[in-house]
């Protein structure tokens, strides 16, 4: 199984700044990688596809970068409404689709 | 809009039967791909089975193969998930989500939540 971890677990970081999450693959996803938000009791939301691409109504402080193993979902600016749980999710190994663990965003 | 509402989820005892359904509006349901996902409580995302647009492909993960079964009615635009010889680990909130073009998960519902516990 293709097996995707995340770093690190919980961040805190303050309104207003940047936040850098870290996705690693164990091996290469050729560039299918996704990035999800997910809030207490909701469901997850798109955010990036395609590891860079940024899903529709997405704001342009999420951005999203990296190849092969090693991908960061970037949050420039933080805002309130920001603090969640990220995931990353490879689509290369279809349809065994495998999530990371999620990292918390949480205020600092 | 496109909207994905589950329901079906409950408490069950080990060894009993649920079935969830998903019910989708705002697209052509026929076009698209669908997935039930799962997440334990306070635990992450796992893929639970996949149906391709006609039902002809059928997937499942292997934790759930013989006793779970997908399946999908595209005149009621409905999405099903028949759970047997159900499991404590079993337990988690299930999602329905539809797969984009490129396969990766760009709607999901609300979610259902499945207990198994005596």
């Known amino acids: 199984e293709l097996v995707m971890t995340q770093s690190p677990a919980t961040l805190s970081v303050s309104p207003g700044e940047r936040a850098t999450l870290s996705c690693r693959a164990s091996?290469?996803?050729?560039?299918?990688l996704a990035w999800y938000q997910q809030k207490p009791g909701q469901a997850p939301r798109l955010l990036i596809y395609g590891a860079s691409t940024r899903a529709t109504g997405i704001p342009a402080r999420f951005s999203g970068s990296g190849s092969g193993t090693e991908f960061t979902l970037t949050i420039s600016g933080l805002q309130s409404e920001d603090f969640a749980v990220y995931y990353c999710q490879q689509y290369n190994n279809w349809p065994m689709y495998t999530f990371g663990q999620g990292t918390k965003l949480e205020i600092k | 809009e496109v909207q994905l509402v589950e329901s079906g989820g409950g408490l069950v005892q080990p060894g009993g039967s649920l079935r969830l359904s998903c019910a989708a509006s705002?697209?052509?349901?026929?076009?698209?791909?669908l997935n039930w996902v799962r997440q334990a409580p306070g635990e992450g995302l796992e893929w639970v089975s996949y149906i391709s647009g006609s039902g002809s492909t059928i997937l499942y993960r292997d934790s759930v193969k013989g006793r779970f079964t997908i399946s999908r009615d595209n005149a009621k635009n409905s999405l099903y998930l028949q759970m047997n010889s159900l499991r404590a680990e079993d337990t988690a909130v299930y999602y329905c989500a539809r797969l984009a073009d490129l396969p990766y998960f760009d709607s999901w519902g609300q979610g259902t939540l499945v207990a198994v516990s005596a």
């Open positions: 705002g697209f052509t349901f026929s076009s698209h791909e």
């Open positions: 091996q290469s996803v050729n560039g299918k």
